[in-house]
């Protein structure tokens, strides 16, 4: 959701209560934000400034960022005009989304001056400023730029100060109500109401345009061609409302995040609660908009790790993968090939019994068969050979080919249960919901040697994956659910913690996850439990977009695991097979069993 005029607002609000604190440090963790300590009122505080092209804000946090060994330039400046200065004043351009933060500081030598901070949130073209008060001269910025970028201004060390265009249309919160309805009549009446709003406006961003039409009752309305004098009425009734909530500062900040989704993942945020937004979107309260705003971010960063890790496991997955693949391939060819081994026997036998009709020097030599004399054996020779070398010969490559079919085929099922185990791997890894799920399987992963061994994070990656829980589900008849997360914790459920009664599920020949129904006392299991398991246990596997997947179960007492066999891994018999379609269902909390 765009950092809109309201959510400035908002978030100046917030920042009121650091009017007269002491800066005291200054970070700059990336080319487009700037961190700021201050000291008031016997706490600390954190102000956050980001003219990021896509994320631009102004918040307080209680978060530290990383930063860079060596500071930026820009960082560089701040600290010699602003540490130890005291924040003034902090107030936004009226209709814009330009702050300013005036201090008082002093000069090299101790000669009281005042600078100001100006953040311009304005999408691609956001900046930071710093500029000297009383000339209103550019000390300098966090993106420079001359005419030859924009022909409006330079932001320039040394250039006096100008501020972004303004709009030509009209300022929403500025708006006289007898010109609502000259605007929006002589605009395009094609438009649906909420693009009608910002195309003869400025100010409105598309989340609050659409928020006022929703609340005057128009979002129903695919274009303004039957706008009229009510509908016009109710329009200027909720922008008036709109003004009074933003001139008293009477905010609700709001995290917007689809129902039931896991992980949680915020959608966005909005200093007010939303009516124009989908049924299934549930709208989390906050006590200030700065700490929506933490939440929000906080969220998607971990998000962001959660991802590139991901990622990262996949392609290591993925390459191992490809090399079983190839191995598996070329050892099947190879079996194939040693599948000769009988014909390199039959024309070892077949030299030795006719000896005499071979001459010396033949290259080749066609013989009767045993079992068809009628029909003849063409066999090659070596003409330096005699028959019974020859015969030798063929014995020894006869011999040699059934060694080697032995070898390859031990090999190939080594490799194919190699394979087998790298894939549900893949299937845990696509299960993985967080950052602790995603350290079980690299865990996992380091232990079978896909990923370096991390040595200073073992003990604490262990500890994580030792003590996640398994997912939580109930059937809609009542009998609880359990689902393993990873390899070691299927294991684990199905070892260890299942009952020897209890139901194993899993889907058959398919990597997934381990499934345990388990048996409540004085109650048979039902058809639709088994069925509701089968289809949880369909989805959590790699098979959840197929129509129909067969899954397997049978009590925990007849699931084994072989000893040396890996994790994830085991063995079951006198099961059943149902033939379902994949569904997740609503888990319950994550508790130990």
Not at 3 to 16: E, G, H, P, T, Y
């Amino acid at each position: 959701m765009p950092f809109d005029n309201i959510c400035l607002a908002a978030a100046v609000k917030d920042c009121q209560t650091l009017i007269g604190a002491k800066l005291t440090k200054i970070y700059q963790p990336d080319k487009y934000t700037v961190l700021l300590r201050l000291y008031g009122e016997g706490k600390q505080h954190r102000l956050l400034l980001c003219a990021n092209p896509q994320d631009g804000r102004l918040q307080t946090t209680q978060f530290n960022a990383e930063n860079p060994a060596k500071p930026p330039l820009f960082c560089m400046v701040l600290r010699k005009h602003l540490e130890n200065a005291r924040l003034l004043k902090l107030q936004q351009t009226p209709g814009e989304r330009i702050v300013r933060l005036d201090f008082a500081a002093h000069d090299e030598i101790g000669t009281p001056t005042a600078r100001t901070l100006v953040l311009e949130i304005m999408g691609k073209h956001s900046n930071l400023l710093l500029l000297d008060t009383p000339s209103g001269q550019i000390i300098d910025a966090a993106r420079r730029y001359s005419h030859n970028v924009s022909r409006h201004r330079e932001v320039l060390p040394g250039v006096t100060y100008l501020a972004p265009p303004a709009s030509e249309r009209p300022d929403w919160q500025r708006l006289e109500p007898e010109k609502l309805a000259e605007l929006l009549l002589n605009g395009n009446l094609s438009l649906p109401p909420a693009r009608l709003l910002q195309s003869t406006m400025a100010g409105l961003s598309s989340q609050l345009a659409a928020e006022i039409c929703c609340r005057a009752g128009l979002q129903e309305l695919n274009n303004c061609e039957q706008l009229g004098e009510y509908e016009i009425n109710r329009l200027d009734q909720q922008l008036q409302k709109m003004r009074q909530i933003l001139a008293e500062g009477r905010f609700q900040p709001v995290l917007l995040r689809q129902t039931n989704s896991r992980p949680a993942a915020y959608l966005g945020f909005y200093p007010l609660p939303l009516l124009a937004v989908e049924s299934n979107i549930e709208q989390q309260e906050f006590t200030d908009f700065s700490s929506a705003l933490d939440c929000f971010y906080q969220s998607r960063l971990l998000q962001q790790s959660f991802n590139a890790e991901q990622h990262q496991l996949a392609k290591l997955l993925n390459k191992e993968e490809q090399r079983l693949h190839k191995k598996i391939k070329l050892q099947t060819a190879d079996l194939q090939a040693a599948g000769n081994a009988e014909q390199y026997k039959n024309a070892g036998e077949l030299l030795t019994a006719y000896l005499h009709l071979v001459q010396p020097g033949q290259k080749q030599v066609e013989l009767p068969s045993f079992y068809d004399p009628e029909q003849l054996t063409c066999i090659k020779l070596r003409p330096e050979l005699s028959a019974a070398e020859n015969a030798k010969r063929y014995f020894h490559r006869y011999n040699k080919a059934k060694n080697a079919e032995k070898q390859i085929t031990r090999q190939l099922e080594l490799n194919r249960a190699e394979y087998d185990y790298v894939q549900s791997l893949q299937a845990a890894l696509a299960e993985a919901e967080d950052l602790t799920d995603l350290q079980a399987v690299s865990q996992e992963m380091q232990t079978a040697g896909y990923q370096k061994r991390h040595p200073t994070n073992q003990k604490q990656n262990k500890l994580n994956a030792g003590s996640l829980p398994p997912r939580r589900y109930q059937t809609s008849d009542g009998f609880t659910l359990l689902l393993g997360r990873n390899n070691r914790q299927n294991d684990r459920l199905s070892t260890k913690m299942a009952a020897p009664d209890d139901i194993w599920l899993h889907t058959q020949k398919i990597p997934g996850s381990h499934v345990i129904l388990k048996r409540e006392a004085g109650r048979d299991f039902t058809e639709t439990a088994l069925r509701e398991a089968a289809a949880l246990a369909a989805y959590h596997s790699q098979a959840r977009q197929a129509d129909k997947v067969p899954v397997d179960y049978t009590e925990v007492h007849n699931v084994k695991k072989p000893n040396g066999a890996r994790p994830g891994m085991v063995i079951y018999f006198e099961q059943q097979t149902l033939y379902v379609q994949p569904r997740e269902l609503t888990p319950c909390e994550d508790t130990e069993d």
